[in-house]
């Protein structure tokens, strides 16, 4: 079947502010601006594009579970432990909004920060077999 979705090109991310916001994502996660207007700034990391959209206030990609949790909608990967620990040492040290080191009881670890708009995030200590191979990143 050639007519498959390939892969997630852009994911929009609700921000009050999108000046202070742009240059957040900048800052703490070393996304690169390359758009920005009064209602929304284009970033690019972690291989992929995110619009930052001006929202009403309150606004976040968050959710509440069934069990009535406020969850998370992406997880970002690096590569292993010792990386997801470095990771969460710089987070902690720009003083980010920072979870504790988690084992939830699968393979990896995580951890969840959050942006300065209360949108959640999770990181996974496990690259996908998938972007190892394709970045040639798998040991031969």
């Known amino acids: 079947m050639d007519d498959k979705l390939l892969r997630v090109g852009i994911t929009y991310i609700p921000v ?6 742009a240059e957040w994502y900048v800052n703490n996660l070393g996304a690169e601006l390359s758009y920005k207007d009064e209602e ?3 970033i690019n990391f972690a291989n992929q594009s995110f619009f930052l959209v001006k929202a009403k206030e309150n606004q976040s990609s968050n959710f509440i ?3 009535g949790n406020e969850r998370f909608s992406m ?5 292993g432990l010792s990386a997801l620990e ?12 920072v979870g504790s080191i988690e084992n939830r009881g699968h393979a990896g670890r995580n951890f969840i920060f959050s942006d300065l708009n209360g949108n959640k995030f999770d990181v996974w200590s496990e690259l996908s077999p998938n972007f190892k191979e394709n970045k040639n990143l798998v040991s031969k």
């Open 86 to 97: 470095e990771i969460h040492s710089i987070f902690v040290g720009r003083e980010m909004k």
């Open 40 to 42: 929304k700034a284009i």
């Open 75 to 79: 997880t970002f990967e690096v590569d």
């Open 16 to 21: 009050s502010d999108v000046d202070v916001s």
């Open 65 to 67: 579970d069934s069990n």
